[in-house]
């Protein structure tokens, strides 16, 4: 099994950047889709972004496309989001999520992160 763990979530100001890491431990993850979620106080996780094994293909949801940017290192065994031109309705708490093979093409992941806490000031 594969254990995932966020870093770089801190408070920024509105129109900021900011930097979020997963770095995996346990087994690689260069057979995993990865993948970024986040969940905003009150509201359910919701999906932000993804990026196949090899780094060929990345998705992003509606509301980020054209400010984040979803990378990975599979060397390092590590993933990134870079966030550019935050809003507050950015501010969730940042979840890493890994999917198995067996689940490719689902909505399904299978390893998740603690989490880090992004809060964007207005």
């Known amino acids: 099994q594969a254990q995932l763990v966020e870093a770089g979530g801190r408070l920024v100001q509105a129109g900021g950047s900011l930097r979020l890491s997963c770095a995996a431990s346990?087994?690689?993850?260069?057979?995993?889709?990865m993948a970024w979620f986040r969940q905003a106080r009150g509201k359910e996780r919701e999906f932000v972004a993804s990026?196949?094994?090899?780094?060929?293909?990345?998705f992003y949801a509606f509301e980020v496309t054209g400010r984040f940017t979803i990378s990975r290192d599979n060397a390092k065994n590590t993933i990134y989001l870079q966030m550019s031109d935050l809003r507050p309705e950015d501010t969730a708490v940042y979840y890493c999520?890994?999917?198995?093979?067996?689940?490719?093409?689902?909505?399904?992941?299978?390893?998740w992160g603690q989490g880090t806490q992004v809060t964007v000031s207005s």
């Open positions: 999520a890994a999917q198995e093979p067996v689940n490719s093409g689902t909505h399904v992941y299978d390893y």
């Open positions: 346990g087994r690689p993850i260069s057979n995993y889709v």
């Open positions: 990026i196949t094994r090899s780094g060929e293909a990345t």
